[in-house]
């Protein structure tokens, strides 16, 4: 069992910049890629962003490539996801995923989800 906790989420204008946190408990954190996830009201929850349990390799959405950053710290059990130039679209509520495997980003291959944190990009 692997426990997910997210952090960081809030209100900021458009282009705008934030940074998620998930810390990880319980089993071994490196044996996981990881993930984001991010769920708009009447939507689908959709890939963000993954990458591989050493951190090197990192695969991102489309629509937030160059924008956001994804990267874990295995010392310190935690994955980030810095968001730069925020767009209103953006807005959603973001979950962490431990992942067995990164490459396609897909739902399926999530083992566990965080709770998940609101984000809202608004003026």
């Known amino acids: 069992q692997v426990q997910l906790v997210e952090s960081g989420g809030g209100l900021v204008q458009p282009g705008g910049s934030l940074r998620l946190s998930c810390a990880a408990s319980?089993?071994?954190?490196?044996?996981?890629?990881m993930g984001w996830f991010r769920q708009a009201p009447g939507k689908e929850r959709e890939f963000v962003a993954a990458?591989?349990?050493?951190?090197?390799?990192?695969y991102y959405a489309d629509s937030v490539k160059g924008r956001f950053t994804i990267s874990r710290d295995n010392a310190k059990n935690t994955v980030y996801l810095q968001m730069d130039s925020l767009k209103p679209e953006d807005t959603a509520v973001y979950f962490c995923?431990?992942?067995?495997?990164?490459?396609?980003?897909?739902?399926?291959?999530?083992?566990?989800w965080g709770q998940g944190t609101q984000v809202t990009v608004s003026s």
């Open positions: 995923a431990a992942m067995t495997n990164w490459i396609g980003g897909r739902i399926d291959d999530v083992a566990y």
């Open positions: 319980g089993r071994t954190f490196s044996n996981y890629a």
């Open positions: 990458l591989s349990r050493s951190g090197v390799l990192k």
